[in-house]
């Protein structure tokens, strides 16, 4: 069973960074072959894709994040990592990290595996 463990989520002002984390339980051969994302959820909406990353390194980046957000991921630590710069209020939401997606970089939540349980991230005005 595969485990996604999410951390690096808090409260921050407008403007602002944080990175999240999501530490992947499996073998590093099998990590290096996940196509992994990052998803949010705010209350009220649907869960959508913010950033993808297939195991390639290619990237795909949802239209509201692009050039704020970067994805990458430590294939040594077997952790995905979601930089986010110039925070909005509208960037709060659970924040979730996914793994093992049929489709390379792919931003749709049915594409993926394996879930992890989420961060908050809380931006204020």
């Known amino acids: 069973q595969v485990q996604l463990v999410e951390s690096g989520g808090g409260s921050v002002q407008s403007g602002g960074s944080l990175r999240l984390s999501c530490a992947a339980s499996?073998?590093?051969?099998?990590?290096?072959?996940?196509?992994m994302g990052w998803f949010r959820q705010a209350p009220g909406k649907e869960r959508e894709g913010v950033a993808a990353?297939?195991?390639?390194?290619?990237?795909n980046y949802a239209d509201s994040v692009r050039s704020r957000f970067t994805i990458s991921q430590d294939k040594v630590k077997n952790t995905l990592y979601l930089q986010m710069n110039s925070l909005k209020p509208e960037d709060t939401a659970m924040y979730y990290c996914?793994?093992?997606?049929?489709?390379?970089?792919?931003?749709?939540?049915?594409?993926?595996?394996?879930w992890g349980q989420g961060t908050q991230v809380t931006v204020s005005s």
């Open positions: 990353i297939d195991a390639d390194f290619a990237t």
């Open positions: 996914a793994a093992d997606s049929v489709v390379g970089a792919s931003l749709r939540e049915w594409h993926y595996r394996y």
């Open positions: 499996v073998h590093t051969f099998t990590f290096n072959r996940y196509r």
